[in-house]
C-alpha cells in the first residue's frame, strides 16, 4: 500500500513536470486523460461501488460545460463560473435524474438513465440560444489572482490540481462508511435492506456525488478546448467514459485514469493510421473483458502479487 | 608562435563546424522542406462520402502538378475528425502543434469549425475551409487565418429568396432540419424573400440528424397549400424528403425549391423523377460550360470514373488557392504577413467561375449563384442552369478584418 502511494505521487510529479519536458501536443493531450480521467472516475463510483451501471453520465458531463461556458462567457469569468455553478446544476439534475432512475435496477436503470440524458442532448441540439449543433464557442478561462490560465503550464496545473482535488474526495468516500454501504449494495443489494440500511438514499447520494463530479470535468473540458457542443451530451460520451472504467477496471478508482489514458491514447495515435482504430479499441475490449475483468489496474496488480 | 596544440584544434573544429553546416545549407537549398497540408476531414461516419469527394476533388490539382508546388514537395496528412467537434479540436492539435502543418484544410461539420476557430487563430495557423458554411465565420468570428474557398451559408439562399419572390411565387413554406445550417440557410432565404414582398406562410424543423418520416411536416405543408415550398436538406434526408415529398402529392400543387445540396449529383440517382423540376440556387452545376469546368469534369471522371460534385469542386478550388498563394511568394510559407496578402489576393479561373476572396471576410466572393432545374438530359437527371445571380458575397456583418 505504501509502495503504491509513493509510485502514484512519483507518477503526479512526473505528469506535473510535463510542460518542462515535452512538446505541447502531448501535454495537451496529458490534459486531456486528466479531465477525462475526472469523469471517469465519477462514473467509476457509481459502476464499481454502487453497482449501478448508468449510460446517461453525459448528462451531467455536458450540463456541466455549459453551465460553464453560459457562466464563464455571459457572467463574469470566475471560479464560481467555472466550479460552483457547473457543480451545482450538477447536482441538482443529479438529484431529479438519480430519484426517478434508482427505482429501478438492471437494464430499466440503463434504458433510463441513456434516455434521461438523449433528453439533454436533443434539448442542447435544438436550442438556437445554445448554439444548436455548433454549440458554444468562445469560452474563456477564468481569471483567478495572479495566475494567468492562457499559459499552458499553468492551465496544466490547474487541471492537475483539480484532478488531485477529485481523486482524493472520491478516495475518501470509498473509504468512508459510506463507501462500505455502497460496497455491499454492489454485493447484495436485498440483504443490505434487510441489514436495515436505507439503500435507495445511499444509492441517490452517490449518484448525487458522481453527477457533481463530472459536472465539473465537462466545466474543464469546456475551459480546456475553449467550446461545448452537444456531442458532449450524446450517449457516445458516457459509452466512452464506460470503455475507460472497464478497460481500467472498474472498483479502483485509478484504474478508470488508466482506462481513459488508454482510450485517448489509441484514439490520438491510431486514427492517424487507420479509420478503423475503433475496430482495434473493440477488440481490445472483448480481449479485458473475457481475460482480465479486472482491467489494466488488475492486471498490473496481479503481475506485481506475482 | 608556431602551431599550439590548442589553435591546431580550433582550427579543426571551424572547418569541420564549416563544411557540416555548409553542407547542410547546400542541402536545404536543393531539397526544401516538404509543404505540409493537413487535411481535417470525415473519413468515417455520416459525412465520410464528403470527405472523400473533397479529398479526391483536391488530390487532383497536386497530381496534375507532379505533387510539387512553387518547389515544395506536397505532403497531405489526413486526419478523420469523425464529424464530432471534440475530435475534430484534438486533431486540429496534432496537426498544428505535433505535425506543424503550413495549411490546414477542412472541415465538412460546421460544429467542427466551430470548435476549431479559436485553437486555429490564436496559434496563426492558416486554415482553408472545405465545406462547413457557418456564416459566423465570416461575420463576428471571421479571422484573418481562415479563408474559405466553399460557400457561407448564407450564399446560395438570400439570392434565392428574391428570386423565388420575383419568378415563382409570393408565397412560400419553409421547411429545414432543425440544426444549426438549417436555421442560417432559413433566415437568409426569409431575410431577401420577405423584403421582395414574399409571405412565409408556414416554417418547420424537422428532427435532425435521423428523420425517416417527414408525414406529419408533409400533411402540414398539404393543409398550408403554399405555392412555393423552400427547403434545405442533404444526402439521405434529401433523398427521402424529396421521395416523400412526391409520394403525397405535392409535386403538382406546391413547386418545391431549396438550397442546391438538395438535389446535389450525390443524392438525384436515388431520388429518380420524384425530383424533376426541382429548383436549386447553388454555386455549381455539373453541366457549367466554361473551359475550367470542362477540364474539371473531364479529369475528375477520368480518374475516378464518377461524376463530380460541389464537394469536389470545393476540394479543388481549395488546392488551387494553396498553389496559387504559395507560387506568389515563391514557396515561402515563414513570412506568415506576406503568405496571407498573397492568399487574400489569389484570382484563378475555377470550374465555377473566377474564383476570388472577398477581402473584407476572407469568405470566397461566389462568381455566380446558379439557379438550377431538375431536367432530363441523354436520359439522365442533372441540374439545369435557368438563370444565374452574379457576384454573391456574404455581407459580412460583424466581421472587422482590414478589408
Redesign the interface.
Known sequence: MRSARRLALAGLVAVAALPWLV????V??AQ?ILIWGIFAMSLDLLMGYAGMLSFGHSAFFGLGGYVAALALRGWSPSLVSALVLPAAAAAAAGLVVGFLSIRVSGVYFIMLTLAFSQMFYAAA??A?WL?????L??VPRPRLIGLDLDRTEVFHLYILAFFVLALVALARVVRSPFGRVLRGVEDNERRMVALGYAVRRFKLAAFVVGATIAGVAGSL?AQF???I?P??LFWTTSGEALLMVSIGGAGTLAGPVLGAAAFIGL??LL??YT?HWTLILGAAFIGFVLWAPEGLLGLARREAGG | MGLTRRRFLRGVATTAAGAVLGGRARRARAAPAPLKIGLLLP??NVYAVLGESITDGLSLVFERAGWTVAGRRVEL?K??DEV????G???A??LI??DGVDFLVGPVS??VL??I???VHQARQILIVANAG?DEISRD?CSRYIFRASFSNWQPNAPMGSWVAAHVAKEAYLVAP????G?DMMRAFKETFVAAGGKVVGED?TP?PVNEDFAPFLTKINQAAPKVVYAFFSGSQAVRFVRQYDEFGLRARSKLCGAGFLTESDVLPAQGQSALGIITGHFYSTLLDNPANKAFVRAFRAKYARTPDGFAVQGYDSAQVIAHGLTATGGDTRDKDRLLEALRGVEFDSPRGRFRFDPRTQNVIQPFIYVREVREVDGELANVVVDRIANVRDPGTGCTLPG
Open positions: 512538446g505541447s501536443y502531448p495537451k493531450l486531456e441540439f435544438n438556437e448554439g444548436a449543433s455548433d454549440g464557442p468562445g473540458e478546448n475553449g467550446y457542443s456531442e458532449a484514439q490520438s486514427s492517424s479509420e | 473519413y468515417s496528412i486526419e478523420d464530432n467537434p471534440q475530435v479540436l484534438r486533431k492539435k496534432k502543434e505535433s460546421s460544429g466551430a470548435a476557430r479559436d485553437t457557418n468570428r432543425k440544426y444549426a445550417a436555421f424543423y435532425f
